[in-house]
């Protein structure tokens, strides 16, 4: 009975067909920004649905029709804000999101996690390091460091670089080939500095 006095033209037919395009238009506000056109004309058709559904069923009628729009439409809206990131509209809106790598400063101190290098001033817990001929302030892991004892890089944490003692298959057999400096005076073919005659 009902669906026979249903009609298109009927003021309740045309209730609901302005509630569904009114529906449809506040779902393509979101997902093609048009500066708040398509909102407008969403506004004034589910406004002209509820007036039509008044005429249809009296207060009730618009009364019921309002009630099921308020409680349609933010979900419709939450529907499409979600949708809205994965189109093609919406990722070239809102961009992809940065990575930690783009967001974060290039460090070359990360680099040195791992190395080995000297301590070249007593650590307590902080103190001077060289690694590769380079001095860097680091921190001790734990205990004191004697100068001239080997150190391992643990950590890079922030700006602190974290040291710690280094185990003896850590330890360089020589460190630097060309460094004449840390080669055995055996291996220079030097003589011994000693005077023979004293």
Known sequence: MLLADFNLVSPLGLALLLAMVGCLLIVAEVLIPSGGIIGF?????????IYYAYQAAGASGGLGMGLGLVVVVPLLLIGAFKVLPHTPMGKAMIGQAPREED???????????????VARSKMLPSGAVEIDGQMIDAISQGRAIDPGQYVKVVEVRGNRVMV???????????????????????ELGIDSLEDPLA
Do not use: Y
Request: hydrophobic fraction near 35%; glycine fraction near 6%.
């Open 41 to 49: 004309f969403a506004t004034c058709s589910l406004i002209a649905s």
């Open 103 to 117: 967001v974060l400063p290039d460090d070359p101190r990360h680099a040195l996690v791992g190395r080995v290098g």
């Open 164 to 186: 710690r003692p280094a185990d003896q298959g850590d330890r360089p057999a020589n460190q630097n080939p060309d460094d004449l400096l840390t080669r055995p005076i055996e």
